[in-house]
DNA sequence: AAGTGGTCTAGACCACCAT
DNA sequence: TGGTGGTCTAGACCACTTT
């Protein structure tokens, strides 16, 4: 066994630095989403310290979200589920006791596009290398209610123009097809008149307000992957968040 | 000591069995906000369970926020500030390199109302109870960017409109003068567009885009105190959220 | 029965803070 | 110097899952 031993110079304590080796290999894709890690006692005997070390290693991660442990039977790398978070942002029961629904998709475009200022700083690629640019609507009752506009790597996602994505999710191809399985976004969100444009596809008037979405989505090692930008039908979209 | 002890029959931990204990002593006002609480060995005897399982349960109240720990000092009752995570919200950066600035704030109105049903439902009282009404103002540079309508039950902040409000932060009052301190909050945002009356106050043109925010906020027991709702000028209003 | 994670113990040693 | 929390050990016993 190769093990990457710990370092007792290193200040960090043990338990950090065993959390960031198996950040490591699963960012290597040695581990991948959904398997099963080493137990902790293999872990331990192959790090060479005690199992209450490694318990509170895997603690941290589960708190961050990275593993999930279920007793008896193992410890999993997590697989991150976005169209849960997503939809929660819709006010999906407002005013009737419909049951949840996953909207629909369309995709209207993707084309090859050199990446403007904002768009290579927020992927944080070479303003030189291209990108895809995808318009999308989402429908639901077959209604369009939001429009979205999204930039990812033409290197990273070669190949995805050929694919079809229509009505799917593109998180999970994203970590199907191109093993890059988003971890985590973060979200701007500001009210806006709709432009005639956005009116027309989503079905309301010029100047209704709309609610604009910017997101970026990050992969492991907090490595953003994609940029969108979503204009969502006001009198559809509610937003909950809890504060702590 | 009259120690409330642990229970073995309890199907619970113990680390969260001394967990809730702790809550308890915050929430019934014994250990307060900011205060050091005994240490580990002390709360280790006094309920008979080793320090490990202390250590355990002081670590999932430091992950709620309940607690604050410094090495060397002692385990305190975190105290919640909530100005920063509300001036999270705002682009108090947004196109300048202007250094943050708490808003100032003035209070137009405060009125004693029978509250209707959303309100009363929202915060958890009888609908036959009184409620303060207040609205305000908030300004960045002396101009008008949010306007707020804040809904207090009177029992619990009797005296509140005989107290100078202006330019203060409303949760710091509720905290100091009413033994209230907010602990957690939850938000529900959509865009709308101004009426005649929230565009004259805020200095931009009727049907102009808006955000509209409503918060409920929580003091300790999960117990609503405050339900406000917010316009903001959609031009100075930007929300960030992470999705983890 | 064997293997997994979940809880708990009773220590040890360290780093930090006050005095 | 004594008290605090932070890390770590080397076990024990339990609950759950699979074979």
Same mark, same amino acid.
Not at 95 to 122: A, C, F, H, M, W
Not at 154 to 173: A, H, N, S
């Given at each position: 066994?190769? /093990?990457?031993?710990?370092?007792?110079?290193?200040?960090?304590?043990? !338990?950090?630095?065993?959390?960031?080796?198996?950040?490591?290999?699963?960012?290597?894709?040695?581990?991948?989403?959904?398997?099963?890690?080493?137990?902790?006692?293999?872990?331990?005997?192959?790090?060479?310290? /005690?199992?209450?070390?490694?318990?509170?290693?895997?603690?941290?991660?589960? *708190?961050?979200?990275?593993?999930?442990?279920?007793?008896?039977?193992?410890?999993?790398?997590?697989?991150?589920?976005?169209?849960? /978070?997503?939809?929660?942002?819709?006010?999906?029961?407002?005013?009737?006791?419909?049951?949840?629904?996953?909207?629909? /998709?369309?995709?209207?475009? =993707?084309?090859?596009?050199?990446?403007?200022?904002?768009?290579?700083?927020?992927? *944080?690629?070479?303003?030189? *290398?291209?990108?895809?640019?995808?318009?999308? =609507?989402?429908?639901?009752?077959?209604?369009?209610?939001?429009?979205?506009?999204?930039?990812?790597?033409?290197?990273?996602?070669?190949? =995805?123009?050929?694919?079809?994505?229509? *009505?799917?999710?593109?998180?999970?191809?994203?970590?199907?097809?191109?093993?890059?399985?988003?971890?985590?976004?973060?979200? !701007?969100?500001?009210?806006?008149?709709?432009?005639?444009?956005?009116?027309?596809?989503?079905?309301?008037?010029?100047?209704?307000?709309?609610?604009?979405?910017?997101?970026?989505? !990050?992969?492991?090692?907090?490595?953003?992957?994609?940029?969108?930008?979503?204009?969502?039908?006001?009198?559809?979209?509610?937003?909950?968040?809890?504060?702590?």
């Amino acid at each position: 066994m190769i /093990s990457s031993n710990l370092d007792l110079k290193n200040d960090k304590p043990f !338990y950090l630095q065993l959390a960031e080796a198996i950040k490591g290999r699963i960012t290597d894709n040695t581990w991948r989403l959904g398997m099963m890690i080493p137990s902790e006692n293999e872990l331990a005997k192959e790090y060479g310290i /005690s199992v209450g070390t490694v318990k509170k290693a895997l603690g941290v991660l589960v *708190q961050e979200g990275v593993l999930l442990r279920r007793q008896g039977k193992g410890t999993f790398v997590a697989s991150p589920d976005f169209s849960k /978070s997503f939809s929660r942002f819709f006010r999906y029961d407002w005013k009737s006791g419909n049951t949840v629904e996953t909207p629909g /998709s369309k995709v209207l475009s =993707i084309k090859v596009i050199r990446p403007d200022d904002i768009i290579s700083d927020k992927l *944080q690629i070479d303003p030189n *290398q291209q990108v895809f640019r995808m318009k999308r =609507i989402r429908t639901t009752q077959n209604k369009p209610f939001v429009i979205e506009d999204i930039y990812i790597s033409c290197e990273r996602f070669r190949g =995805i123009e050929t694919l079809t994505l229509d *009505q799917r999710l593109l998180y999970p191809v994203y970590n199907e097809k191109f093993s890059t399985p988003i971890i985590w976004a973060e979200e !701007y969100l500001q009210p806006e008149s709709a432009s005639s444009e956005a009116a027309e596809i989503l079905g309301i008037r010029p100047n209704n307000p709309v609610m604009c979405v910017e997101r970026i989505a !990050y992969t492991h090692g907090d490595l953003p992957v994609e940029w969108r930008r979503s204009i969502g039908r006001g009198d559809l979209f509610r937003y909950h968040i809890i504060i702590r």
